[in-house]
């Protein structure tokens, strides 16, 4: 069965960055993109960015331009998503999820990992 | 970006009954770019509805989805008491991908 596994919990101090990992297993793992999307505490879902994991490409949400890098390791079908010069408002559960479409942009989530709580705190 | 502007922000509902979310664009998301996610406190969203209308894999029949270009809505035919949860519409019709801020349904 598909599944997306996340790393653990972190703790960081603001300016500093946070490196989040997503293993997939239970599908061919360059044959969908994955999305990241993050989720301020009771707050809704927002959009960060995209990876290919085929051609190791990336497109970001303006809003993280500069301070997030999405990669991949296809020897273990590993997707990574750090982020840079951390502020409390980035205090969030932070999702990788599966393309359903293989689109970059005209996509929807069919499967998700649990979530990996980033908090930012001095 | 598209915004999109779920109603209500809270629905009250008893088990039984049938609930009707709105989920209405800013512009038009195309004819069907449209998806519905369910979440439990706790838990990662679940598909529920892509393409406006379509169920994905394992969702009950009582859940529906309806509308195109800027108006869409989710129904819950009979809740159950496993439905109690926050509901996101989601559009993937224009870049970047957005979300509603999310319909609470809450039992009354």
């Known amino acids: 069965q598909v599944q997306l596994v996340q790393s653990g919990a972190e703790v960081k101090k603001p300016g500093a960055s946070v490196k989040v990992s997503c293993k997939a297993s239970?599908?061919?793992?360059?044959?969908?993109?994955i999305h990241w999307v993050r989720q301020a505490p009771g707050q809704g879902l927002e959009w960060m960015g995209i990876?290919?994991?085929?051609?190791?490409?990336?497109s970001y949400a303006q809003k993280f331009q500069g301070r997030v890098t999405m990669t991949r390791d296809t020897s273990t079908s590993t997707v990574y998503m750090e982020l840079s010069s951390l502020r409390s408002e980035d205090t969030a559960v932070y999702y990788c999820?599966?393309?359903?479409?293989?689109?970059?942009?005209?996509?929807?989530?069919?499967?998700w990992g649990q979530g990996t709580l980033v908090t930012v705190s001095s | 970006e598209i915004v999109l502007t779920q109603s209500p922000g809270t629905l009250s509902l008893s088990p039984g009954e049938r609930a009707t979310l709105s989920c209405r664009a800013s512009?038009?998301?195309?004819?069907?770019?449209l998806a519905w996610y369910q979440q439990k406190p706790g838990q990662a969203p679940r598909l529920l509805i892509h393409?406006?209308?379509s169920r994905a894999t394992g969702i009950p029949d009582r859940f529906s989805g309806s509308g195109s270009g800027t108006d869409f809505t989710l129904t819950i035919s009979r809740l159950e008491p496993e439905d109690f949860a926050v509901y996101y519409c989601?559009?993937?019709?224009?870049?970047?991908?957005?979300f509603g801020q999310g319909t609470r349904l809450e039992i009354k």
């Open positions: 239970g599908y061919s793992f360059i044959s969908y993109f």
């Open positions: 512009q038009s998301v195309g004819s069907y770019y």
């Open positions: 989601q559009q993937y019709g224009s870049s970047p991908i957005t």
């Open positions: 990876i290919n994991p085929s051609a190791n490409s990336t």
């Open positions: 999820t599966r393309g359903a479409r293989g689109s970059y942009y005209r996509d929807y989530f069919d499967y």
């Open positions: 393409a406006a209308s």
